[in-house]
């Protein structure tokens, strides 16, 4: 099992850039593929990012790709968020979360997950 805490959430105005940090706990961080997830205000939770357990393979979305950056340091047990060019639509809760695969990107293929903090993107 693993905990997750999200950080570095916050008020940006569009074009700007944040950092996510997400810090697991345990001694088993580097066994799990990680994830970010993002759910707008009356929308669905979408996938954003996936990393792989060496941190040799990532897939983003569409969405945010080239802007957004997934990466992991398994020593700190943290995965990171990278996010450039941000636009009022990136806007919503960041969750990570930890899964067997960074190939599978839906919510069910991650098994545990962390409690979110808020990205809030101004035009």
């Known amino acids: 099992q693993v905990q997750l805490v999200e950080s570095g959430g916050g008020l940006v105005q569009a074009g700007g850039s944040l950092r996510l940090s997400c810090a697991a706990s345990?001694?088993?961080?580097?066994?799990?593929?990680m994830g970010w997830f993002r759910q707008a205000p009356g929308k669905e939770r979408e996938f954003v990012a996936t990393?792989?357990?060496?941190?040799?393979?990532?897939r983003h979305a569409d969405s945010v790709k080239g802007r957004f950056t997934i990466s992991r340091d398994n020593a700190k047990n943290t995965v990171y968020l990278q996010m450039n060019s941000l636009k009022p639509e990136d806007t919503a809760v960041y969750y990570c979360?930890?899964?067997?695969?960074?190939?599978?990107?839906?919510?069910?293929?991650?098994?545990?997950w962390g409690q979110g903090t808020q990205v809030t993107v101004s035009s």
């Open positions: 990393i792989s357990r060496s941190a040799m393979g990532t």
């Open positions: 979360a930890a899964g067997g695969s960074y190939l599978l990107t839906g919510q069910g293929d991650f098994a545990f």
């Open positions: 345990g001694r088993t961080f580097s066994t799990y593929a």
